[in-house]
């Protein structure tokens, strides 16, 4: 698995974590690390970008939800972009948590203004 | 010591062998230890060695292993890291030399007690985080040069790899031990239920994982699959509280989603950073029915005789610890005889690089509504074969009898 740059892309006041392609116990520490940097910084809304992700472990599915539960109280509205990896993200009621749009786009059009 | 400089390369090179010696691999870590501290302060020609490892909950150091200083150990001193002598030496993560030995440089009494006149330490790195902290002391005043911090510097990283193996291993035999008392010895024998189940710890470390089966006072059977995040020690005794209180609910509540609405809150104000997945199943006395609730778990799979199995169909629930008043809803099956109902944990099904939903139609093909070591044989053998998981694997396979005519 080669290294991701996890890089926060800001629009406006909306925070954009892009996922790696695949994501498991070897890396999830790293994916952690990165969604924590990005809630440290209380956006208003923190889209992770799943789209490029083909493959997630419960390893991921924690990372996703350690950032959750860090922001819980500081009103940072959570969105998830995937199509590949949406069972595991039912199965583990994740969806439950938050939205989870088919592109980008969508999650942008969604949080507008 | 004033001639050090020239007191000739053979010497040195003797020392430096002394501290790296091969052999020293050969003593179990304990012991390899208590020869390094002797070893190193005889090369040193200092009076005391000492090695204090950090215990990271606490923010102190603790006096471990000693040389000419077992009092230090036998006291169980401690001192915080940023503090006295050793402290210093952990928080600024390099060699201190102290010449001036009292309570005004040094926290630990034993040591100005013993009447030490010089002090040098250097910590005990592994990776990049500091584990402890080796130091020497002399009884009469002396200069430590630049040879002698190198010379412990080498001691101290043998040290720190003896240490870390050491408590790596003992982690690893405590969680396996403490894995071990948890999971059911027996499974309960319960008029048409019949049961088997597989436990396979992961490669390397041990995880939380754990399944209970149990008879609860209405005659009904309550079977539990869960899943501790992380692990390790730290995530098998966060196991063996969930364990312990779920057992606790499922007295007091004979609704699943009650009792695993209960676990959560008792995890998220207890437990706080612990995150774990679970599914809490209770099956009537009859076994004609079973009430299931799901906690970020995968659904059970289930076949009928002459059929392949199916993933049970019930709502996922979030997983216990990720977020307050999480809702919580139970689904009911009807059991048929000769049915089988297959719990798991995710080492079972998720496969580096391989789509879950793959892994799961496997399982499906594999369950089958035979006797239950049958089933747990067979999906074994399909999923796991020859390979060493690297997760930790669980799996019950619970039969409902078949009616007489059927096998």
Known sequence: MSAHDYLIEWRGPRAVVRMPAEIDVTNADQARAALLAATGQ??????????????????????????????????????LVTTKVERILQLTGIAELMPIDASLDAALAATEG | MMQSDQGSLEDRLRDIQSVTDAALSQLSDQEMLAELLERTRSILRADTAAVLLLDSPSGQLIAT????????????????????????????????????????????PILWAKGIRTLMGVPLIAGTRVIGVLHVGSLTPREFSTEDVELLQLAADKAASAVQSLTGLEDRIAAVALQRSLLPSALPLTGDAQLAARYVPGEGSVGGDWYDVFTLPSGELGVVMGDVTGSGLAAAVIMGRMRSALRAYALESSDPADVLARLDAKMQHFEPGALATVSYAVFSPALDRMRICLAGHYPPVIATPGQPGTL?????????????????????????????????????????????????????????????????????????????????????????????REP
């Open chain 2, 312 to 404: 049970a169909e019930i709502p996922p629930g979030l997983l216990i610890g990720a977020a307050p008043d999480a809702s919580r809803r139970v689904t009911t099956i009807t059991v048929s005889p000769g049915m089988i109902l297959c719990f798991y944990t995710d080492g079972l099904v998720e496969r580096r690089r391989v789509p879950i939903e793959d892994r799961l139609a496997l399982l499906c093909r594999a369950v089958r509504a035979v006797p239950p070591e049958t089933a747990c044989a067979a999906i074994m053998a399909e999923l796991v074969g020859a390979e060493q998981p690297r997760d930790d694997i669980a799996l019950v396979a619970l039969r409902r009898k078949p009616t007489d």
């Open chain 2, 65 to 108: 292993a000693a040389a000419g200083l077992e009092e230090e150990v036998r006291q169980g001193v401690r001192v915080p890291v940023g503090r006295g002598f050793a402290g210093r030496i952990a928080a600024e993560r390099k060699p201190v030399i102290l010449d001036h030995v009292d309570h005004t440089t040094v926290l630990n």
């Open chain 1, 42 to 79: 209380r956006p208003a809304v923190l889209i992770i970008d799943m789209s490029e992700t083909t493959f997630c472990d419960s390893a991921g599915v924690a990372a996703i939800v350690v950032s959750y539960r860090q922001a819980a109280g500081t009103g940072t509205q959570f969105r």
